[in-house]
């Protein structure tokens, strides 16, 4: 494969694995093939136990412009929503994952890739980068869980306003109003991410897994919530982790999490 070629790079740092969209002609958009190839590492990553944390970023100074606007001409319906079944798949595996997940956005993060960005538990923004929910620019709507995810970072009225004008919001606002966790210097953002992810990988990982799993349910009713508490709640309780953070605490040191 060329260096031309779309396509997602992966490597690991300590517990980190680092997943990097390259798709150099385009801004890093999304092609069918970028897409497949994401699928592929996060079901590989869903069964690696030396995986903690996974950081998503862009190659070439740019997160994603969105999806592919060139593989999206002449389509059927059927292909359309074949396209878009695609995209669900991608969705589930990222926010299903069990190991949680940073964003280091520099550049755009526009259409797809705000999307994307939104289903990280923690997103760092370099001071370059801008998002926008761009479908609408050429006629369609928001997709990949964008419905979902970004209402539930920015207040009703801001989401309206990127989801039916394509407002493009700089990174100091999108700090501002939620849509990011942090805001790092032009040419940072990766660092601060990577720094993120290994503190999230170094965390008890099973009650990561249960946190991502009730966070996914929001919003739901109290009962339930509370129902879901007590399921996860007992789990842990039995683990062997809880044990060493209960020993770990009494004996006045540094934890050690494996994930039992």
């Known amino acids: 494969m060329s260096d031309a070629e779309p396509t997602v790079t992966r490597r690991q740092d300590g517990a980190v694995a680092i997943l990097t969209l390259s798709n150099p002609k385009r801004r890093n958009a999304f092609s069918p093939e970028l897409r497949t190839a994401l699928v592929g590492h996060l079901d ?8 903690r944390a996974i950081l998503l970023t862009g190659a070439g100074g740019t997160f994603s412009a969105g999806g592919d606007l060139s593989t999206m001409q002449d389509m059927t319906a059927f292909e359309g929503r074949e396209r878009i079944r695609a995209g669900r798949r ?17 550049g755009f993060a ?14 760092v923004a370099g001071e370059d980068a801008s998002f926008c929910a761009s479908f609408g620019k050429v006629g369609l709507m928001g997709d990949m869980g964008l419905f979902w995810t970004l209402p539930q970072r920015v207040k009703a009225g801001k989401a309206r306003r990127m ?3 394509a407002d493009v919001v700089a990174a100091d606002e999108a700090l501002a109003i939620g849509l990011v966790e942090a805001v790092a210097p032009k040419g940072k953002a990766f660092e601060a991410a990577l720094k993120q992810a290994g503190i999230m990988a170094a965390a008890a990982p ?6 991502r799993e009730a966070l996914g349910q929001f919003p739901a009713p109290l009962d339930d919530m509370l129902a879901y ?10 683990s062997q982790d809880t044990k060493e953070g209960l020993n770990a605490f009494f ?5 050690v999490f494996r994930g039992a």
């Open 90 to 106: 991608m969705v589930e595996a990222l926010w299903g994952s069990e190991k949680p997940i940073v964003a280091a956005v520099d």
């Open 163 to 165: 989801l039916m004008l």
């Open 251 to 255: 004996e006045k040191r540094r934890p």
């Open 229 to 238: 508490e007590a399921h996860g709640q007992g789990l842990l309780f039995t």
């Open 44 to 51: 590989a990553i869903a069964v690696d136990d030396a995986v």
């Open 110 to 123: 526009f259409g797809a890739g705000l999307s994307l960005a939104l289903l990280a538990d923690w997103i």
């Open 206 to 211: 099973l009650p990561n897994r249960l946190t």
